[in-house]
């Protein structure tokens, strides 16, 4: 059983900074990717940030040079690092992982429970 737990989060005033982590647990999973993803109320979740096992990042438009992601490969947890947030930044941010279930040699994506982080302006 994977299981990935947030921490961080909260409300703030734009322009602030604020700081996310993601620790995911489990025994045979092999971890690839690792990601941000934010759903503000009314919308489709979408992609913020990712982050591959070797580094390589990929951010949204809208958070590109305010955001960044992160990795402890040793710790399986992956940070996002918030600067300049906005109003529209407000969202539940959700934490993922995909890789390798070894057991079933299969490719799969779990998800954390999601934290608040609400950007007033």
């Known amino acids: 059983q994977v299981q990935l737990v947030e921490s961080g989060g909260g409300s703030v005033q734009a322009g602030d900074s604020l700081g996310l982590s993601c620790a995911a647990s489990?025994?045979?999973?092999?971890?690839?990717?690792m990601g941000w993803y934010r759903q503000a109320p009314g919308k489709q979740r979408e992609l913020v940030a990712t982050?591959?096992?070797?580094?390589?990042?990929n951010y949204a438009d809208s958070v590109k040079g305010r955001f960044t992601i992160s990795r402890d490969n040793a710790k399986n947890t992956v940070y996002l690092q918030m600067g300049s947030l906005k109003p529209e930044d407000t969202a539940v941010y959700y934490c993922?992982?995909?890789?390798?279930?070894?057991?079933?040699?299969?490719?799969?994506?779990?998800w954390g429970q999601g934290t608040q982080v609400t950007v007033s302006s």
């Open positions: 993922s992982a995909a890789g390798l279930v070894e057991s079933v040699i299969d490719y799969r994506t779990y």
């Open positions: 982050i591959t096992r070797g580094s390589s990042t």
């Open positions: 489990g025994s045979g999973f092999r971890i690839n990717t």
